[in-house]
């Protein structure tokens, strides 16, 4: 499945590190977390952070989210065709505050609107343009296909599907024929998203809806080996060499402030499923620094705590 694994857009985890540590383990394209349209054209210093990159941080999708017809506009505009390989929208954010103002989701209500985002978007970047969607608004209102064909329409170069609704949130299970569906309404490559936790699972997923590629988001997170065939490690012994470059790549890339925060929310994941998760999880979270966080680990791998 070489090229065909796709690490998500997700806010508050898809920073530079973990790209880059994803890419070691075999992601052939990393997607920025959310950028705001509004933030990057103010140049607002949190929305510019997002778009740190580097050399080997390449091929990146940067995705932007927005219900502004002329602000998406610009906003594509002022992405680097140099630093990004495309331009991901997002119409798929089932998160209430990004739903609230007419972005993420909202818009696979408002398909004018999506439709005429497409299109400005695309008219405003030489870059690739891609849109990703969800299954539909709920249960009742399956419209993939069907806006995946508006897409295709207005100029994006493939869609992707979150093979859940609106409603379902990050909830219940993925239909996965959704995404055969859309597979089958347009001629742009398809990739698809949602309950794959490892590469047998991309796999399978591929075989039965046919689709191009496979994105994995909330799977990856403290597993980055669901991009490469050996999958993740069963013991906690097997898992902190990967924790420990992550803590490397976060003291290279991120910002002294964010870096303690940020970092013990992906440490924890890594204890998905081990004994004694609970008590090494709050030894984790009680770690004021990056340094700190390090010392653990290192007491982790010599047994020194357990």
């Not at 742009?188 to 794959?196: C, Q, T």
């Not at 499923?273 to 653990?296: F, K």
Request: hydrophobic share 45%.
């Amino acid at each position: 499945m070489d090229g065909t694994l796709l690490l998500a857009p997700l806010a508050g985890y898809t920073d530079l590190p973990f790209r880059l540590l994803c890419r070691e383990h075999g992601a052939a394209l990393c997607f920025s977390e959310m950028v705001s349209c509004h933030g990057l054209c103010f140049g607002q210093g949190k929305t510019l952070e997002l778009l740190r990159s580097h050399e080997r941080d390449h091929p990146l999708a940067v995705q932007l989210f927005g219900s502004d017809i002329e602000v998406m506009g610009r906003a594509a505009g002022l992405v680097d065709p140099d630093a990004a390989a495309l331009i991901d929208i997002n119409m798929g954010c089932p998160v209430r505050k990004v739903v609230r103002k007419g972005a993420g989701a909202a818009l696979m209500k408002n398909p004018e609107r999506a439709r005429a985002i497409i299109r400005v978007v695309c008219d405003n970047t030489s870059l690739p343009v891609t849109v990703k969607i969800r299954s539909g608004w709920s249960g009742e209102t399956i419209t993939a296909p069907e806006f995946a064909q508006m897409a295709e329409e207005a100029g994006a170069a493939a869609v992707t599907v979150h093979a859940r609704t609106w409603a379902q949130g990050f909830g219940g299970r993925a239909d996965w024929d959704v995404i055969a569906r859309v597979r089958q309404a347009v001629t742009i490559p398809v990739v698809g998203n949602g309950d794959v936790l490892c590469q047998e699972d991309g796999e399978r997923m591929m075989a039965a809806t046919g689709c191009d590629a496979v994105m994995i988001g909330r799977g990856a997170l403290g597993n980055p080996w669901a991009f490469c065939r050996a999958g993740r490690p069963e013991t906690l012994a097997g898992r902190l060499p990967a924790l420990r470059r992550h803590l490397e790549l976060a003291r290279r890339h991120l910002p002294g402030r964010q870096a303690p925060f940020r970092m013990k929310n992906h440490a924890v994941r890594y204890l998905t499923g081990l004994p004694s998760a609970g008590t090494i999880r709050q030894r984790i979270m009680a770690c004021a620094t990056l340094e700190e966080l390090d010392e653990l680990v290192q007491a982790l791998e010599t047994g020194s705590i357990v």
